[in-house]
């Protein structure tokens, strides 16, 4: 399996920028999907956006053209490029990698705050 560790939460104003980064380790050629979801207080974890072994990329609607999946294979890192932020933004968000059956698995990180403030 693979492990995630995120970095990059932390508060803005509307409007600003934030960059998300989740360090993969572990087999990470197994890896079939890589995505970012959040987690408001009192809400259900969503998607935000996800990117797939062969680089096909999806987004939640309210992120499309703010925000910005990417990886670097060479750093084992998937990022995600959070611009013209909004308070409805603010939630923990969650790194998550994924193998399809079968020997599949469903991991995640540990979580990072983003907050903004209007």
């Known amino acids: 399996q693979v492990q995630l560790v995120e970095s990059g939460g932390g508060a803005v104003q509307t409007g600003g920028s934030l960059r998300l980064s989740c360090k993969v380790s572990?087999?990470?050629?197994?890896?079939?999907?890589m995505g970012w979801y959040r987690q408001a207080p009192g809400k259900q974890r969503d998607m935000v956006a996800r990117?797939?072994?062969?680089?096909?990329?999806d987004y939640e609607d309210s992120v499309k053209g703010r925000f910005t999946i990417s990886r670097d294979n060479a750093k084992n890192t998937v990022s995600l490029q959070m611009n013209m932020l909004k308070p409805e933004d603010t939630a923990v968000y969650y790194c998550?990698?994924?193998?399809?059956?079968?020997?599949?698995?469903?991991?995640w990180g540990q979580g990072t705050q983003v907050t903004v403030s209007s």
């Open positions: 998550n990698a994924v193998r399809f059956p079968p020997g599949g698995y469903n991991i």
């Open positions: 572990g087999r990470i050629d197994s890896v079939q999907r």
């Open positions: 990117i797939f072994s062969g680089g096909y990329t």
